[in-house]
C-alpha cells in the first residue's frame, strides 16, 4: 500500500489480519506536536487508505512519553502573524474529516499525554483505547491560550460524551485521567501499556456499539430546544468566574455550540471562523506568550543533575510543612524536624490529605507517605542532600539554625531557605560555605502555587544554583532566579499593591469594594481577600521588613487588626470572617460609590515596582519578570504580565498617571527608576 513512499514522522506496518498501524514520532523533536508537516504526511497516508481500505487503522506514538501534546504552538503564532489561522485550522479539520470517513474501523492508541489537537486527532477516529497508567491525561486545554478546540474538538465531543460533559472539559481545559475519560465515554477501553495495540486490535476485530445511556445522553443534550436552554444557564455560570472581555474564548465556545446544528460540516465551518477570531485578540496573544515563558521557566531545569534523594526540612508549619509533603509526593525521601511532636503532627496529617486527594487510593498513598518522616531530634541531617530552612521570618533565629544545621551536613549538601523577604546578603554571612546557601522560595499553598524563587547572592556556585533549577523541575515547580534585595522579586512587586489596599481599607472604603476593583482590571483575587489569605501577621511582618526598602509605612488598619490576634483565613478572623474556607464579604450599602481613582490606587503601586525590580537586575530579563509576576501572583494573564502591560498601554501615559496619583496621595506614589527604560517601549 505504502511501497515507494518515504515518511519522515509516520511509521506504517499492517500485520497478517490488514490490521495498518499508523506510528506518529515527529523527527528532531523529543515530543509529537501537530505541525503541518505532519498533518500532511498523515493527509497522504489517509488518501492511500481510502483508495485500499485495510480492516482496520489504528495511530499510536512513537514517543515513549506520550501521545500528541497538541499543535505546534510556535507554528500556530506564525499562522496568526501571516493571517492564515483560518486556512490551517480548515486544513487540519479536512485532515481529521478524512480520517473520520475511511470506511473501516480507526482507533487511537493513546498513552501518556493526550492534549489539543491530540485529542482532536483521537476524536475523528471511531474508538479511542488508552492506557491506566497514571502518566495518561487527556485534555482540550485551547482555552487557556484565548481560543477553544478548532480541528473538530468542539464539533464533536459535545456529540460524543454529551454537552453538559464536553463543554465542562473544553471550558476549563482540565485533564482526564484514563479512568475518568473511560467513565465519561471519552475511552472505549482501558488496558496496560503494553497491550495497547494489541487492545486497539481487539476493539476492530470485535467492534460494538456504545453504552445506550451515552448515545442516549449525547443525542438529548445536542438538541437544537436544549441548546437554547442550556447555553444562557453555561453563559451565567462562565461569567461568575472569568469576565467576558478579559477571556472571550469560553464564551464563544458556549455560543458556536449553541449555534451548531446536527450536519458535522456546518459545525465544523462555525468552529473554524470562531476560532480564528479569537486568534486574532489582545487576549490569545498574550496568552500564547504566557505558554511560552511557562515552557522557557521548565528549560531552565534542564541540562543539569539535582544529586538529591534525601530532603531534611526544619520548621513544620504551614510552609515547611507543606514543602515537605510536596517533596515527598514527587519521589523524595524527607524528614520534617522542628522543636516537638506537637507541630509536627498536624503538617502529617495535611500531608495525608493532600496524597489522598492527589492519589486517591490507599495503596498509592501508603507508599509515599512512608516517604515522609518525622524527625523532633534532627537525626536526618547526616544524610540529607538538601536541607530547607522554613521557620518563622527572623534574621537572628535563622541564624542560629544554621550555626547549628551546618556542620552535621554532608560536605556537598545544599542549605536553602525559605525566607519571603530577609536579603540573602545578610544571612550569608553566618553560613560555613556560602557557595553551597541559596534561597528556595516557595509559595503559599505549596501544592497550588507553580513558582519558585531561586534566591542568589553574590558568593553563590553556578553549579548549585543549577542543582537548585533541576531539583525544581523534578518538583514540577517553575523556577524564577532572582537577586536576593530585599522581597526578592514576588514579595517586592506585591507588597506596595497589598498595602495601598489596607490603607484604602483604613481610610474607609469597603473591602468587596475594593477586590471587586483589582477583579476588574483581571487579578485572580482582591487583594483584601489576598491579605487575609496569606495571613495579616505575615503581610505585616513582610511589610514591616520591606517598608525602609521600599518607602512604605504599615497602614493602620492592617497594624490594629494584628495587634487584636487577628490572623485572617487560618484563624477565621481578619479583614472578613472566614467559615468553611470561604471569606463572608459585608453587603455593600448600595448607594455607595467607589473613588475613581481606586484601580489606579491598587494596580499603578505594582507596576511601579515591577518597573523598579527591571532596573535594578532582580531578574535576568523582562520576559522573567512577567513570568515570575504571573505564575507567582496570578497577575492578570490575559495582559501578559505587568513589563507587557506597561507597554501595552504607555510606558509615559502610566508615568503620568503615577505623577497625578502622587499630587494627590503623596511620595508613595512617585515614579521609580526605571521608567526610562528602552525595555518598556520595545
Not at 41 to 46: D, H, K, M, P
Not at 180 to 205: C, F, H, M, Q, Y
Not at 232 to 246: D, F, G, N, S, Y
Not at 353 to 366: D, G, N, P, S
Request: a positive charge.
Amino acid at each position: 500500500m505504502f511501497e515507494g513512499l518515504r515518511f519522515q514522522h509516520w511509521q506504517t506496518t499492517s500485520d497478517a489480519d490488514g490490521i495498518v498501524v499508523l506510528t506518529l514520532d515527529r523527527a528532531g523533536s523529543s515530543v509529537n506536536a501537530l505541525s503541518r508537516a505532519v498533518l500532511d504526511e498523515l493527509s497522504e497516508i489517509i488518501q492511500r487508505l481510502a483508495i485500499e481500505p485495510p480492516k482496520g487503522v489504528i495511530v499510536r506514538s512513537g514517543k515513549a512519553n506520550g501521545f500528541i501534546v497538541g499543535a505546534d504552538i510556535k507554528e500556530f503564532e506564525s499562522f496568526e502573524k501571516n493571517g492564515t489561522v483560518q486556512d490551517a485550522l480548515e486544513n487540519g479539520q479536512r485532515i481529521f474529516l478524512r480520517l473520520g470517513r475511511l470506511p473501516c474501523p480507526t482507533v487511537a492508541a493513546i498513552h501518556g499525554v493526550c492534549m489539543g489537537g491530540g485529542t482532536e486527532l483521537s476524536l475523528a477516529c471511531r474508538y479511542r483505547v488508552a492506557s491506566r497508567d497514571a502518566s495518561t491525561r487527556i485534555a482540550l486545554p485551547e482555552v487557556k491560550l484565548g481560543i477553544f478546540p478548532g480541528w473538530g474538538g468542539s464539533a464533536r465531543l459535545p456529540r460524543l460524551i454529551g454537552a453538559p460533559a464536553a463543554l465542562e472539559l473544553m471550558l476549563t481545559g482540565r485533564n482526564a485521567s484514563a479512568e475518568n475519560a473511560k467513565a465519561l465515554g471519552l475511552v472505549d477501553a482501558l488496558t496496560s501499556p503494553e497491550l495497547l495495540v494489541e487492545a486497539a486490535k481487539e476493539l476492530i476485530r470485535h467492534p460494538r456499539s456504545r453504552p445506550l445511556a451515552q448515545r442516549a445522553t449525547a443525542w438529548a443534550t445536542n438538541l437544537w430546544p436544549v441548546r437554547q436552554v442550556l447555553a444562557p444557564i453555561l453563559v451565567k455560570q462562565t461569567a461568575a468566574k472569568v469576565r467576558k472581555e478579559h477571556y472571550p474564548a469560553p464564551f464563544a465556545l458556549i455560543e458556536t455550540w449553541r449555534r451548531g446544528g446536527s450536519s458535522l460540516v456546518q459545525r465544523l465551518k462555525l468552529e473554524a471562523r470562531a476560532v480564528a477570531k479569537l486568534a486574532a485578540t489582545p487576549t490569545a496573544h498574550n496568552l500564547i506568550r504566557v505558554f511560552f515563558l511557562q515552557e522557557r521557566l521548565k528549560g531552565l531545569g534542564g541540562g543539569a543533575e539535582h544529586g538529591i534523594k534525601h530532603v531534611h526540612v526544619v520548621g513544620a508549619g504551614v510552609m515547611g510543612g507543606d514543602i515537605a509533603a510536596w517533596c515527598a509526593l514527587r519521589g523524595f525521601d524527607v524528614t520534617l524536624q522542628d522543636r516537638e511532636m506537637k507541630y509536627v503532627q498536624p503538617a502529617l496529617d495535611r500531608a495525608k490529605e493532600l496524597f489522598t486527594k492527589k492519589l486517591k487510593t490507599a495503596e498509592r498513598v501508603a507508599p509515599v507517605l512512608a516517604r515522609l518522616k518525622a524527625d523532633v531530634d534532627g537525626t536526618g541531617i547526616p544524610d540529607a542532600d538538601l536541607a530547607i530552612e522554613a521557620i518563622y521570618e527572623n534574621a537572628e533565629a535563622k541564624e542560629t539554625l544554621y550555626r547549628a544545621t551546618e556542620p552535621k551536613m554532608k560536605s556537598d549538601a545544599l542549605l536553602a531557605t525559605n525566607t519571603s523577604s530577609i536579603p540573602l546578603a545578610e544571612l550569608r554571612t553566618t553560613v560555613q560555605k556560602p557557595a553551597r546557601f541559596l534561597g528556595l522560595h516557595y509559595f503559599n499553598p505549596v501544592a497550588l502555587m507553580p513558582l519558585v524563587e531561586i534566591v542568589r547572592h553574590d558568593q553563590l556556585d553556578a553549579a548549585v544554583e543549577k542543582r537548585a533549577l533541576a531539583f525544581c523541575k523534578a518538583l514540577d515547580k517553575l523556577p524564577v532566579p532572582v537577586a536576593g534585595t530585599p522581597g526578592f522579586l514576588v514579595n517586592r512587586i506585591l507588597m506596595p499593591y497589598m498595602l495601598e489596599a489596607a490603607r484604602a481599607y483604613s481610610e474607609g472604603v469597603p473591602g468587596p469594594v475594593i477586590d471587586r476593583a483589582a477583579k476588574k482590571f483581571g487579578m485572580p483575587m482582591g487583594p483584601i481577600e489576598l491579605i487575609d489569605t496569606v495571613g495579616l501577621d505575615v503581610a505585616a511582618s513582610v511589610g514591616a521588613e520591606l517598608g525602609p526598602f521600599l518607602g512604605l509605612d504599615i497602614p493602620p488598619g492592617l497594624d490594629e487588626l494584628v495587634k487584636g490576634g487577628k490572623r485572617g483565613k487560618k484563624d477565621g478572623q481578619g479583614f472578613y470572617t472566614w467559615q468553611d474556607g470561604r471569606p463572608q464579604k459585608p453587603e455593600v450599602d448600595p448607594n455607595y460609590v467607589a473613588p475613581d481613582d481606586l484601580e489606579d490606587r491598587l494596580v499603578l503601586p505594582l507596576l511601579n515596582e515591577a518597573v523598579a525590580c527591571l532596573h535594578d537586575s532582580v531578574v535576568d530579563d523582562a520576559d522573567l519578570l512577567d513570568a515570575g509576576v504571573i505564575f507567582g501572583t496570578g497577575f492578570a494573564p490575559f495582559r501578559g504580565g505587568p513589563i507587557k502591560h506597561v507597554r501595552d498601554t504607555g510606558a509615559d501615559a502610566l508615568r503620568a498617571r503615577l505623577d497625578a496619583l502622587a499630587k494627590t496621595y503623596g511620595a508613595r506614589f512617585a515614579p521609580r527608576p526605571g521608567w526610562d527604560s528602552p525595555a518598556l517601549r520595545s
